[in-house]
């Protein structure tokens, strides 16, 4: 059974950083992506950033260029995002996501592409 655990939300003041983490488990091949996204009240839930797995090569939301990095760890049970310079915007439940072994693609950072998600880490920015 896939599971996503994200951890390593909390609150913060501008200007500030922190590391969010997901890990990984249950699946039997590795999957194409692996992807945060964030919701905040009264939004859609929008992308934040992406990684291919295989290639490595990493995908952003122009909001969060320069200032978010998304990575993994090598054994790709963990995925990490390191956000700096953090903006009171930046408030949100954030989310790690992942797709199906088989799946429709609609963009590496759209959420219809993913089908699991965790349970979502609170990230909270105050000015």
């Known amino acids: 059974q896939v599971q996503l655990v994200e951890s390593g939300g909390g609150s913060v003041q501008a200007g500030g950083s922190l590391r969010l983490s997901c890990a990984v488990s249950g699946y039997s091949q590795r999957r194409d992506y692996l992807a945060w996204f964030r919701q905040a009240p009264g939004k859609q839930r929008e992308g934040v950033a992406a990684i291919n797995t295989v290639s490595g090569s990493t995908t952003y939301a122009d909001s969060v260029k320069g200032r978010f990095t998304i990575s993994q760890d090598n054994t790709l049970n963990t995925l990490y995002l390191q956000m700096n310079s953090l903006k009171s915007e930046d408030t949100a439940m954030y989310y790690c996501?992942?797709?199906?072994?088989?799946?429709?693609?609609?963009?590496?950072?759209?959420?219809?592409?993913?089908?699991?998600w965790g349970q979502g880490t609170q990230v909270t920015v105050s000015s």
């Open positions: 996501a992942s797709p199906d072994l088989y799946y429709t693609y609609y963009g590496i950072l759209s959420a219809r592409t993913y089908n699991h």
